[in-house]
Nanobody, 120 residues
Framework: QVQLVESGGGLVQAGGSLRLSCAASGTIFSISFMGWYRQAPGKQRELVATITGSGTTNYADSVKGRFTIARDNAKNTVYLQMNSLKPEDTAAYYC??????????????WGQGTQVTVSS
């Protein structure tokens, strides 16, 4: 099995920064890509950023230029550096990974989420 654990969320003032981390552990064989999603109250869960094993990134238009996703393959960890935070960024942020374990084929895994709250 594969487990994802997020950390780094918290309360920050508008214009501030936070760095989220998501560490994958368990019987991992490989991870194809990792990403961050978020869900604000009353809204659908949306993609924030993804990164492939080769380093190709993709960002939601709303966070381009402000957020940066990075990956440490040796540690099976993905990071989300969030700068110039806005109140609109307030949401629960979820880590996602498409991973192949030592016992099953590639499967989509989700973390429990970490809350990010941006105040004015």
């Amino acid at each position: 099995q594969v487990q994802l654990v997020e950390s780094g969320g918290g309360l920050v003032q508008a214009g501030g920064s936070l760095r989220l981390s998501c560490a994958a552990s368990g019987t991992i064989f490989s991870i194809s890509f990792m990403g961050w999603y978020r869900q604000a109250p009353g809204k659908q869960r949306e993609l924030v950023a993804t990164i492939t094993g080769s380093g190709t990134t993709n960002y939601a238009d709303s966070v381009k230029g402000r957020f940066t996703i990075a990956r440490d393959n040796a540690k099976n960890t993905v990071y989300l550096q969030m700068n110039s935070l806005k109140p609109e960024d307030t949401a629960a942020y979820y880590c996602n990974a498409h991973a192949r374990s030592t016992t099953i084929a590639s499967y989509s895994y989700w973390g429990q989420g970490t809350q990010v709250t941006v105040s004015s």
